[in-house]
């Protein structure tokens, strides 16, 4: 009888919390499956996206995300925890006593209420700006991607400001890698005012990398073990009744990782979608990411949302095409809807931006990805495929696959188990 009312006085201290604040509980459950060894990006193992030879075989690998978010919700702050896994099919015997060390808090962060029009919010989060280009969450991988980081906001009148870093430590130490995802530190700023149909952003990033094979006490700092970059740019695009054109511009200067010198790397795009009717819609993207050259490392668009960028088979620029030659990219695209499934085509071709080494064509391929989404009640449906077409040069070698293709579908279910509101 005591539990008893133990759970009753719970229960009761819930119902006041919820009656002066907002709780919501969620969930995820996505698991997708992908075929692969055709020229593919297999993200879950040791190579990326790459022209497939005779030797690649072709297997399906399943993933799953699942996760459990909570929001909480006053007049002062809010709290988000997110607590997640992601498994693939089969990395855990049966009957094993440990997991598969995959299991994380994906989220966890605060944003405290300064003012009227200000807030602070920090914690584990993700940074997601814009059309996600140089910050994205990444929400295609399976483990998304967040940051360790603290963001000064301010809005008012269609002007907003965010001003953030991150400082990545363990103990007395700060450490690096070697790879241009990971940082020792990162400040931002972006800008962004809404005039109508006119919307545009001005982004500004500083990472510091740090030469992992030198370490570092933070007392005493050897400037020659570290590197720093600079990215900076705008996003802008405007609206005018069913047409949208966008753009992106963005340079880069500094250091990469190692000292390797960047001097006017940049990042060039204008897109125009035009929307036909409720069922059809049409878009024309064409990007300039440049290479390496003899005086500076190419650029590299850092923590964007690659996947959904130089097309699905992620050929370029996720975990592959760091520093080579660049990439332009003229991609034509068409949206439509079939007895309610959603369909998006959209086709590729790729060239080089700058010679690269000995490699004499800039003919770099072709795509085509096809996607279709069906929403049923309280889940969704979604499957595609991508074939990739070799410049010749590259087909005509002898041992590469002549069919270099990827396909994949996922169920995604977001169940609201609480929705508490005021």
Excluded: C
Excluded at 51 to 65: L, P
Excluded at 224 to 251: C, E, M, P, Q, R
């Amino acid at each position: 009888m005591r539990k008893q009312y133990i759970i009753l006085a719970l229960m009761a201290l819930l119902a006041v919390q919820f009656s002066q604040a907002q709780f919501t509980l969620e969930g995820e459950f996505r698991p997708r499956s992908e075929y692969f060894g055709n020229g593919g990006n297999f993200t879950g193992g040791s190579f990326p996206a790459q022209t497939a030879t005779d030797a690649d075989e072709g297997f399906i690998r399943t993933t799953v995300r699942a996760a459990i978010k909570a929001k909480y919700k006053t007049d002062t702050y809010t709290v988000f925890t997110s607590l997640q896994e992601v498994f693939a099919f089969g990395d855990r015997p049966q009957i094993s006593a440990a997991g598969n060390g995959n299991f994380r808090v994906q989220e966890a962060w605060a944003d405290l209420k300064l003012g009227a029009n200000s807030s602070l919010k920090l914690g584990r989060l993700p940074l997601s700006y814009d059309d996600q280009r140089i910050l994205g969450g990444l929400g295609w991988a399976q483990q998304a991607r967040t940051h360790d980081a603290a963001i000064y906001k301010y809005a008012n009148n269609g002007y907003s400001l965010d001003i953030g870093g991150s400082l990545n430590t363990t103990t007395d130490e700060v450490f690096g890698t070697s790879a241009l995802f990971s940082y020792r530190d990162m400040g931002f700023l972006r800008a962004n005012k809404k005039y109508g149909g006119f919307n545009i952003s001005v982004l500004g990033l500083v990472n510091t990398f740090q030469d992992p094979n030198n370490p570092i006490n933070a007392e005493a700092e050897d400037p020659a073990n570290k590197s720093s970059l600079i990215t900076a740019g705008l996003h802008a695009d405007y609206k005018v009744g069913n047409l949208k054109l966008t753009s992106n511009l963005f340079i880069q200067e500094g250091e990469r990782l190692g000292g390797v010198d960047v001097e006017g790397a940049f990042l060039a795009s204008i897109a125009a979608g035009y929307k036909a009717d409720d069922n059809n819609w049409f878009g024309v993207t064409y990007e300039v990411i440049s290479g390496r050259n003899s005086e500076s490392a190419a650029f590299f668009p850092l923590y964007g949302t690659n996947h959904a960028f130089n097309g699905l088979i992620d050929r370029f620029y996720v975990g592959n095409h760091g520093n080579a030659g660049g990439l332009k990219d003229l991609q034509i695209t068409y949206k439509t809807k079939i007895s309610g499934v959603g369909v998006t085509v959209s086709g590729h071709y790729f060239t080089e931006h700058s010679d690269f080494d000995a490699f004499d064509s800039k003919d770099l391929g072709t795509e085509i990805d096809l996607v279709l989404a069906k929403q049923f009640k309280g889940f969704k449906l979604v499957g595609g495929y991508s074939h990739f077409f070799e410049p010749s040069d590259i087909s005509d070698i002898p041992g590469v696959k002549d069919i270099q293709n990827w396909a994949w579908a996922m169920l995604v279910i977001k169940p609201k188990f609480f929705n508490g509101t005021k």
